[in-house]
């Protein structure tokens, strides 16, 4: 990922609070970029980051909602790269909310896609999910229907543009908010149960700081349809949660002997495997050193579009890629991923 792409680029950063949102936000300000725009509707989240980049005349920050089409047009005037990591992420909120989901994943899409045609914005690259491979819930369909929507966006261009479009989809980033490892961190703290859905569940896993690279490699690796897929380990749920009870017990003064995981049930539309290619997928994906890259599934409408790349590997992949096929980390391998990149430290700590 050279430092010269980015050069002298303006740059939209949508759900910039999020977790993802903050990270592609730091990485994107290490470079020569003339502007950064950065949307969000979390207000209070967005005032407090306005403030730590406030010495930075680059740098703005805006309140709006994905929905707010008129508004995604004006914000969208002489930017050249659009990083699409706006949603409803929460599997449960979006089963109790799917019409919020929909107007938000699937409608803000389209007003995101339309907005980059209108102002022939050079690139965008959308963060899609594991669970829009076969998705059994709401959020996951939604997400599926965003990579779609992003892979048509090439084939059906607005008349004289010219914009790129492509997806990276991503396991469960260690360091975002709102789910297992915060969760697990706080019943440690409170001496137990710790409480899991499954003993055999499992799920790959991801830094932030990958999570962010793979966004960012994207950018200038795409040729418009494609989904990205980074490699990546996985883990048993389970696993992990003894491996934080060994780690975190001692810290909170208790007996990691003592604390007990408590199996709860799986929850509606939660998968026992996470999928990151499915079976039909693989006929029309590329393995390059560091992804693997899906091509668009229907050929002819693409034919225009010249799918070369650096360093690949394979022309085709010979099995599905999901989590419980793959090699499960060890707990070894847990603890010392845990402890080398910091995933524990913190209140808000935060994975899978």
Known sequence: MSANNWKNRSVLITGVCGTVG????????????????????????LFFLSQAYAKQDNVRLFLGDLR????????????????HAAALKHVILCEESPRDAVQTNIIGMINVIDAAEVNNVGRVIFTSSDKAVNP?????????????????????????????????????????RGSVVPLFKRQIAQGGPVT???????????????????????????????????KMPVVRIADLAEVMIEILAPRFGHDPARIEIKCIGAKSGEKMFE???????????????????ILPAFKS??????????????????????????KLMSRDAICAYLLDNQILEGEDACAC
């Not at 903050?22 to 979390?42: K, P, T």
């Not at 569940?201 to 991801?206: E, G, N």
């Not at 999928?275 to 890259?293: G, K, N, Q, V």
Request: aromatic share 8%; hydrophobic share 40%.
């Open 68 to 83: 707010d089409r008129d508004k995604m047009m004006r914000k969208m005037r002489g930017i050249d790269v659009v990083l």
């Open 275 to 293: 999928e990151l290619l499915s079976e039909e997928e693989i006929r029309r994906t590329l393995e390059l050193r560091d992804f693997f890259a």
């Open 301 to 326: 409408v693409y034919h225009r579009i010249d799918y070369q790349y650096e360093g690949v590997l394979a022309q085709t992949v010979d099995r599905d890629y999901n989590s419980r096929s793959e």
């Open 136 to 176: 059994t819930n709401v959020m996951g369909t939604t997400k599926l229907m965003g990579e779609r929507l992003i892979t048509a966006a090439n084939a059906h261009k607005h008349k004289g543009g010219d914009t790129v479009f492509a997806s990276t989809r991503f396991g469960n980033v260690l360091g975002s």
């Open 22 to 45: 903050r990270e592609l936000l730091r990485q994107v300000n290490q470079f020569d970029c003339s502007r950064i725009v950065g949307i969000d509707n979390n207000e209070s989240e």
């Open 196 to 230: 899991l859905t499954d003993m055999a569940m499992t799920r790959f896993i991801m830094t932030l700081e990958n999570a962010v690279r793979l966004v960012m490699s994207s950018v200038f690796l795409a040729h418009g349809g494609e989904v990205f897929v980074t």
